[in-house]
């Protein structure tokens, strides 16, 4: 079964700093690999989207690697801003479980001043 | 382009209650996904749906069900209510059924059982 892990749990930067948050999966059989942006009490936002085929995406600010074959995925932020500040989640689309994507326990991110 | 719309955003319910969400899909998309997001256990999948039939479904008692109307749009149901049962409901949309594609999610129903 599938399991995704995430490390750390929380993480309290000063404003400036360059960042990665790190995201396990147990089963390197993925369709894909999402990161999410998760503010209090709110829905999901996407920031990445990385295939199976695919090692890394960049978006602005962001960017996300995946290594299928060590079960690993990095969300890299670049000079980190008091906005950044939120959960980050990582999913996977695996073909061996019925869920439609699997969650890891996310990352709480505090940038401050 | 509009995005995932949820209704309503915040629900109180009694235990023993019944309750109906609502999840209007990006235009054009036609799979509807439903989680449920608790502290204690993080983002679990429910079910998902696709041209008005359930695809796949996740660990969850009989007490949860849905569907899908023709316009793609879903809803949740939930029999019974339990105290558990309180948690931030997302509905995620996608273009297709497929594993690979990207998923979007609404802003949520919050759902508190008294």
């Known amino acids: 079964k599938q399991e995704v892990t995430q490390i750390p749990a929380a993480l309290s930067v000063p404003e400036g700093e360059n960042l990665v948050l790190n995201c396990s999966f147990t089963?390197?059989?993925?369709?894909?690999l999402q990161w999410f942006r998760q503010d209090p009490g709110k829905g999901l936002t996407s920031l990445l989207l990385i295939q199976s085929s695919q090692r890394e995406q960049t978006s602005g600010r962001l960017n996300a690697s995946l290594d299928k074959s060590s079960g690993r995925s990095t969300l890299y932020i670049a000079a980190s801003q008091p906005g950044d500040s939120a959960t980050y989640l990582c999913?996977?689309?695996?073909?061996?479980?019925?869920?439609?994507?699997?969650f890891g326990t996310g990352t709480r991110l505090q940038v401050f001043p | 382009k509009a995005g995932v719309t949820q209704t309503p955003r915040y629900l109180i319910k009694t235990r023993g209650q019944q309750v109906t969400l609502s999840c209007s899909p990006i235009s054009g998309h036609r799979s509807v996904s439903w989680y449920q997001q608790t502290p204690g256990q993080g983002l679990q999948f429910l079910f998902e749906y696709f041209s008005e039939t359930q695809r796949n479904k996740g660990n969850f008692p009989g007490r949860f069900s849905g569907r899908q109307f023709s316009n793609s749009r879903s809803e949740m149901n939930v029999s019974t209510l339990e105290l558990g049962d309180s948690a931030l409901y997302l509905c995620a949309s996608s273009p297709t059924d497929s594993l690979n594609t990207e998923a979007f999610f609404g802003q949520g129903t919050r759902l508190t059982v008294v």
């Open positions: 089963d390197s059989a993925i369709y894909n």
């Open positions: 999913a996977v689309g695996s073909p061996y479980n019925t869920d439609k994507l699997i």
